[in-house]
Antibody
Framework: QVQLVQSGAEVKKPGASVKVSCKVS????????MHWVRQAPGKGLEWMGG????????IYAQKFQGRVTMTEDTSTDTAYMELSSLRSEDTAVYYC????????????WGQGTLVTVSS | QSALTQPASVSGSPGQSITISCTGT?????????VSWYQQHPGKAPKLMIY???KRPSGVSNRFSGSKSGNTASLTISGLQAEDEADYYC??????????FGTGTKVTVL
């Protein structure tokens, strides 16, 4: 059983950066393919990017390229998502999500981290 | 990459069956049998209900089933129950290691 525990809510000013963490337990990070999905208030789910185990690379959705960086610390089994140049439209709940089968679906989700961008 | 198109809302009475459509293109839904469906209750993280088009994870009721025809995938909920009231999202592999979600459908049990 995989458990994903995310860092707490953040409030940031426009132009700043935010870094959200996702601690894995039950499996090691190297056994998983971690992805990040966000959901603006009252809106739908949006895939931001994730690790491609076949290529060994992290793939980002075109919308976020240049502004998002997803990293992993395998020594602590913690994944990170950093989003820069924040604007009000980035206010959302950010989820880490993964699956043990490395398929194109997510069995396990973190509890979500609310990031609020406000001046 | 544009979001897959879902109806904004679908409703049904307890015991009835409902179907939620998820329309994409030949670049995503139409090209791969890699559509998944998620259920999301208010304030909660999404839950996987169907993967690879029609497979159910362990623990998911067999009242949920998935299918695909051309560029449109579908989720059918049979024997609708009050607990099925939630938002539902489809998600498809879109090539080049990318994924795309649907616009979401609110299911109401009358």
């Amino acid at each position: 059983q995989v458990q994903l525990v995310q860092s707490g809510a953040e409030v940031k000013k426009p132009g700043a950066s935010v870094k959200v963490s996702c601690k894995v337990s039950g499996y090691t990070l190297t056994e998983l393919s971690m992805h990040w999905v966000r959901q603006a208030p009252g809106k739908g789910l949006e895939w931001m990017g994730g690790f491609d185990p076949e290529d060994g690379e992290t793939i980002y959705a075109q919308k976020f390229q240049g502004r998002v960086t997803m990293t992993e610390d395998t020594s602590t089994d913690t994944a990170y998502m950093e989003l820069s140049s924040l604007r009000s439209e980035d206010t959302a709940v950010y989820y880490c999500a993964t699956g043990v089968s490395l398929g194109a679906y997510f069995d396990y989700w973190g509890q979500g981290t609310l990031v609020t961008v406000s001046s | 990459q544009s979001a897959l198109t879902q109806p904004a809302s679908v409703s049904g009475s307890p015991g009835q069956s409902i179907t939620i459509s998820c329309t994409g293109t030949s670049s995503d839904v139409g090209s791969y049998n890699l559509v998944s469906w998620y259920q999301q209750h208010p304030g909660k993280a999404p839950k996987l209900m169907i993967y690879e088009g029609s497979k159910r994870p362990s623990g998911v009721s067999n009242r949920f089933s998935g299918s695909k025809s051309g560029n449109t995938a579908s989720l059918t909920i049979s024997g609708l129950q009050a607990e099925d009231e939630a938002d539902y999202y489809c998600c498809s592999y879109a090539g080049s290691s990318t994924l795309v979600f649907g616009t979401g459908t609110k299911v109401t049990v009358l």
